[in-house]
């Protein structure tokens, strides 16, 4: 079967850091992404990880460890406008497959 | 100038209707898909075409028949429309299937049956 799992919701405070995690098991691994939706919109791509490591944009970095199946995506001096939910998303062969979505919150 | 378009971006109908949501995508890509999104806000592949072909046909009911009539457009049509239809249905397209830069997705048909 194939199991991609975020927290369902978190909250955090203007400027500050926040993590969300991703634990997949997937009967295929190409690739993670990150996706970003705003209420009433399409989802928008934020970051690909294929290999081990951290990738770095801007505010915005993931982290990819394939022997674990765990991503994580950082979110650095937040702000009102990153207010979304956060979706996971696994390449399985010719296809992707999303996790449920971490709803994030950020107040003053 | 929009990358995926779809239409409409509302659809109410009554159940038993039959009904179609457009998607066009100008940036030459080789592959579209639709999503459905249901209330949870859980993204599931529903279908893929790559050039015209269906590649991906995920355990969705046959009352669902999508139309690739060129690469460039992928339509979807339901029958017999239920509640349980009820969802935001999004177009995406990629090239050569997924890629560095993953899909690129229209704005969503919120299609609301009653």
């Known amino acids: 079967g194939q199991n991609i799992d975020q927290p369902t919701e978190m909250t955090a405070t203007e400027g500050a850091i926040v993590q969300i995690n991703c634990t997949y098991q997937?009967?295929?691994?190409?690739?993670l992404f990150w996706y970003q939706q705003h209420a009433g919109e399409a989802p928008t791509f934020l970051s690909y990880?294929?290999?081990?490591g951290l990738e770095e944009k801007g505010r915005f970095s993931s982290f990819l460890s394939r022997s674990k199946g765990y991503s994580y995506l950082l979110l650095k001096e937040l702000q009102m406008k990153d207010s979304a939910s956060y979706l996971c998303?696994?390449?399985?062969?010719?296809?992707?497959?999303f996790g449920t979505g971490t709803r994030l919150q950020v107040f003053p | 100038d929009t990358a995926v378009s779809q239409t409409p971006k509302y659809l109410v109908t009554q159940m038993g209707n039959d009904k179609s949501i457009k998607c066009e995508q100008n940036l030459g890509h080789d592959t579209m898909y639709w999503y459905k999104q249901d209330s949870k806000k859980f993204l599931k592949i529903m279908f893929s075409y790559n050039n015209k072909e269906l590649i991906i046909n995920e355990t969705v009911p046959n009352r669902f028949s999508p139309k690739s009539p060129d690469k460039a457009h992928l339509n979807l049509h339901i029958n017999s429309l239920e509640l349980g239809d009820s969802a935001v249905y999004f177009c995406?397209?990629?090239?050569?299937?997924?890629?560095?830069?993953?899909?690129?997705f229209g704005s969503g048909t919120r299609l609301t049956v009653v």
């Open positions: 997937t009967s295929g691994f190409n690739g």
């Open positions: 998303a696994v390449i399985n062969t010719d296809k992707l497959i």
């Open positions: 990880n294929v290999l081990d």
């Open positions: 995406a397209s990629s090239q050569e299937g997924p890629s560095s830069y993953g899909y690129t």
